[in-house]
């Protein structure tokens, strides 16, 4: 069964600071991994997705996420962090053998202080 | 938010009322979503439709129902079978040219509240 795993409820860093939410996935056959942020109230954006190639794949906004096959992991970076990033992050997954469904994290709360 | 719009942004329900919410896309994609949002939860799938007059229940469709008669529409009722509607739903489209490599875009939700 997919599965996708966001360990820390909450991250907390300091502006200008690196940032960074985890993001864990379980899935049979290839995984297509996406990354989206929801701010109070809205719908989901979409910030990159990684479906085949260089494992670091750049997006929205100085955003950056970095695919590691062996650790099943697809964790999100910044360089440095600004006070308007905070908001709500969800890690998504889809696979070539799961149907049309994509399986979201929990998410995770990110707070970033002036 | 994209060409997708969700109306109204709040919806109140009596008990044993049904509701419908509304999702509307100009991005014509074929694929569309509802999910099902509550707190400290990931998105839960309620339905999908990848064409036009046919759609697939997800994880969590009972008390729920859809229609998809035109592709850029593609309303969800919750009937009075769903007994916690209380939640943010938020609908999604995607295109289906490359099926699972495809991202799915989101409207601002509706929050379903009972009264």
């Known amino acids: 069964a997919q599965s996708v795993a966001q360990p820390e409820d909450q991250v907390n860093v300091a502006e200008g600071n690196p940032l960074t939410v985890k993001c864990t996935y379980s899935?049979?056959?290839?995984?297509?991994l996406f990354w989206y942020v929801q701010y109070p109230n809205r719908g989901l954006q979409f910030l990159l997705k990684?479906?085949?190639?260089?494992?670091l794949v750049k997006g929205s906004y100085g955003f950056e996420a970095e695919f590691n096959k062996s650790q099943t992991s697809f964790h999100l970076k910044k360089p440095s962090a600004l006070v308007s990033d905070s908001a709500l992050y969800f890690c998504?997954?889809?696979?070539?053998?799961?149907?049309?469904?994509?399986?979201f994290g929990a998410g995770t709360r990110l707070f970033v202080k002036a | 938010d994209g060409g997708i719009t969700q109306s109204p942004k709040y919806l109140f329900r009596k008990e044993g009322q049904n509701v419908t919410l509304s999702c509307e896309q100009n991005?014509?994609?074929?694929?569309m979503y509802w999910y099902r949002q509550d707190p400290g939860q990931g998105l839960r799938l309620i339905y999908y439709s990848q064409i036009v007059n046919d759609f697939q229940k997800g994880d969590i469709a009972e008390g729920y129902s859809v229609s998809r008669e035109k592709k850029e529409s593609f309303p969800l009722t919750v009937t009075s079978a769903q007994k916690n509607p209380t939640a943010f739903y938020l609908c999604?489209?995607?295109?289906?040219?490359?099926?699972?490599?495809?991202?799915?875009?989101f409207g601002p939700g509706t929050r379903l509240l009972v009264l």
């Open positions: 990684y479906i085949t190639g260089d494992n």
């Open positions: 998504a997954v889809r696979a070539d053998t799961g149907g049309f469904k994509t399986i």
């Open positions: 899935v049979s056959g290839n995984p297509y």
């Open positions: 999604a489209s995607s295109t289906a040219r490359r099926g699972m490599q495809e991202t799915q875009y």
């Open positions: 991005l014509n994609h074929d694929a």
